[in-house]
């Protein structure tokens, strides 16, 4: 299942690389879409934000004051106008993908290239797992592996 | 996966996950699940068909004798995986499609701005 190993998916956008890292991470707050599947908790969500630099936090903020949140990843790469690579967290396990953020330059802007790799390392029985999450009502990404299997199941 | 229900209380046991895990490696005997799981002949024969009756897991070989027999995953479940990863691959680019049309709204603002 080699196959499944990554997802990529890319967009070209009329801003130099500089400035499009910039508004990639600084501002993910302004354009980051608020779909029922992109929270981790959505009645106390409130934004969501980057922690500059390596180490830092990618995280749905609770409380703006105290900074509780939940994380959805960790910082390992923080290259502005470059790269941007994180640890994406897929359930509260431990389970970790990978997502990278490049941004190629290009004749008339920059080509952001997401890539969110590391599925095959997850084990089957994490994703069934998560699909148990998700019907106790936590869900993350794995909403759509649920709702798949449901449509499935029927 | 005919029944949701089935598949997870199959995979919320820990030896079956083992056993899941392990298949993803390829095809094994019976026999040789049991001794990595450390558990019986007996137990392992149980849990096998408790995989087989959810679609998780079939058997394939000589039927009528059981040593013979290799047990392996079913590919149809796992498709749904796939079917996540499109998920995955709709959400990112959607999100990408609302980053780029906040970047060039705002760098027309601050052309403007100049």
Redesign the interface.
Same mark, same amino acid.
């Given at each position: 299942?080699s196959?499944?190993d990554s =997802?990529?998916?890319? =967009? &070209?956008?009329?801003?130099d690389p500089v400035?499009?890292f910039e =508004?990639?991470t600084e &501002?993910i707050d *302004?354009?980051?879409?608020r779909?029922p599947?992109s929270w981790k908790n959505p009645e106390r969500a409130v934004g969501v934000r980057f922690e500059p630099g390596v180490g830092g936090r990618w995280i749905e903020v609770w409380d703006e004051e105290t900074g509780e949140g939940y994380d959805f990843g960790r910082i390992k790469a923080w290259e502005p106008g470059k790269r941007l690579l994180l640890d994406y967290l897929i359930h509260d396990g431990g389970h970790v993908t990978e997502v990278e953020v490049r941004f190629e330059p290009t004749e008339d802007g920059t080509r952001?290239v /997401?890539e969110?790799r590391g599925?095959d390392a997850l084990?089957?029985?994490v994703?069934?797992?998560g699909?148990?999450n998700v019907q106790k009502g936590e869900p993350v990404? /794995?909403g759509?592996?649920a709702e798949?299997? &449901?449509k &499935? *199941?029927r | 996966m005919k029944d949701l229900d089935a598949t997870l209380s199959a995979l919320a046991d820990p030896t079956r996950r083992h056993v899941v895990d392990l298949l993803r490696t390829g095809p094994r005997r019976a026999g040789e699940l049991a001794a990595s799981a450390e558990t019986s002949a007996p137990a392992m024969s149980r849990h096998l068909r408790v995989l087989r009756a959810t679609g998780l897991v079939e058997a394939a070989g000589v039927d009528d004798d059981a040593r013979l027999r290799v047990y392996r995953l079913r590919r149809e479940p796992f498709v749904a995986l796939q079917a996540w990863l499109d998920q995955v691959e709709a959400f990112w680019g959607e999100q990408l499609g609302a980053f780029k049309a906040h970047a060039e709204r705002r760098s027309t603002r601050k052309a403007r701005a100049r």
């Open positions: 299942m196959s499944t =997802v990529t998916t890319s =967009v &070209e956008v009329a801003v400035t499009a =508004v990639f &501002e *302004a354009w980051y879409q779909g599947h952001v /997401l969110h599925w084990p089957p029985a994703a069934a797992a699909v148990a990404l /794995l759509w592996f798949y299997i &449901e &499935e *199941a | -």
